[in-house]
């Protein structure tokens, strides 16, 4: 029996590429697919062009509420057993929903688990760029591990929606980054990811800021991302019932020092010094994330002047390469 898959994507003010979004969604190789377009309080024209689909996609406005609030509502309206998520601003390949329901389709009945492919990153003008690749959990890897460091994008998973709703969906408070909030409590639900070195989407990415991928780590304050890490730490030592393991820690640890450099950079010195601190108090010596020179520079000094050498270091090398010209 042929599964329905919808495809569900969220539109603000995307009427520059909303309609090749849509058009992916509808020329797939898979028949079975409904589109599901939720507005999320657009001014650009992006209606006019949901309007002139017909009836060939369902679609509603709502009051400008955020991504998060939009897919859920699309979720909610859904009729398939698979859920496929979409940016206005993405473009599914052709292939792509009937390559992952026959990798859907052939998983053992008894497993919970969903598969999920690659993103191919483009430019705005749909020009390719250096991809970052996925890799698969290794046999030893422990699975929560595994999705907090390589958690794929939002379109690169085929869902299952009893899964989704299973968990509440996406969480709306997230400025950010829900995507892989949404997968750690997939996984901490008991779902296995699966990986399959599939291209899926074009993933576009260039400077907006409607784009929710645009916005500061600090948008909610500095400390924000903080009480996220720490919400999930806590999420993860109560579902598992047990301290973090080693592996663990690690993770948690580069985790809450990436996000403490990210706000230091927009200015936040000691909102990322209490980021810093929780890193160390997680693995102190596995916690540091950066390119060389950076490591031995934290070593030497501490993090803030370390990121104030990297961004002079940065500058330097600009100025070089436009002497070479």
């Given amino acids: 029996m042929s599964q329905l898959i919808s495809v569900v994507i969220p539109c603000y003010n995307s009427a520059a590429y909303v309609k090749d979004a849509i058009a992916s969604a509808l020329d797939q190789t898979y028949p079975h697919v409904e589109v599901i377009v939720i507005d999320d309080g657009s001014t ?6 949901l309007h002139s ?22 979720l909610e309206l859904a009729k398939g057993k698979y ?22 389709q ?30 698969p959990r290794t046999a030893k890897e422990d699975s ?3 999705i907090l460091s390589n958690s794929p994008l939002t379109s ?17 408070s997230l400025p950010r980054g829900q995507e892989h909030d ?31 991928s645009q916005k500061g780590y600090s948008s909610k304050g500095a ?4 009480e996220i890490l720490r919400k999930h730490q806590a999420l993860i030592e109560q579902t598992t019932n047990q301290p973090l393991s080693k592996e663990l820690r690690a993770v948690l640890a580069k985790r809450f020092w990436a996000f403490g450099r990210a706000v230091l950079r927009e200015g936040y010195k000691n909102g990322a010094k209490q980021y810093f601190l929780a890193a160390y108090d997680l693995d102190r010596q596995n916690c540091i994330v950066g390119n060389v020179p950076y490591p031995q520079l934290v070593k030497i000094l501490n993090p803030v002047f370390a990121e104030q050498c990297m961004s002079q270091l940065g500058k330097l090398k600009v100025l070089r390469r436009l002497n070479k010209r």
């Avoid at 650009?44 to 062009?49: N, T």
């Avoid at 400390?223 to 903080?226: A, D, I, L, S, V």
Wanted: glycine share 8%.
């Fill in 156 to 172: 690169c998973p085929l869902h299952k929606r009893e899964y989704l709703l299973e968990i509440g969906g996406f969480d709306p």
């Fill in 106 to 135: 052939q998983l053992d009945p008894g497993l919970k688990a969903i598969v999920y492919g690659d993103a191919i990153r483009i430019d705005q003008n749909g020009n390719t760029l250096p991809g970052y690749p996925l890799r």
């Fill in 44 to 49: 650009d024209g992006s209606i006019d062009i």
């Fill in 53 to 74: 689909f017909g009836d060939r996609i369902y679609w509603e406005t709502q009051a400008n509420q955020g991504a998060p609030i939009a897919r859920n509502r699309g």
């Fill in 223 to 226: 400390m924000f991302q903080y």
């Fill in 83 to 104: 859920i496929k998520f979409l940016d206005a601003d993405d473009i599914l390949l052709p292939d792509c929903l009937e390559h992952q329901i026959q990798q859907a």
């Fill in 144 to 146: 929560i591990a595994h």
């Fill in 182 to 212: 949404l997968h750690l409590r997939l996984v901490l639900a008991g779902v296995n990811f699966l990986y399959y070195s599939t291209p899926i989407y074009q993933y576009r990415e260039y400077v907006s800021d409607g784009r929710i």
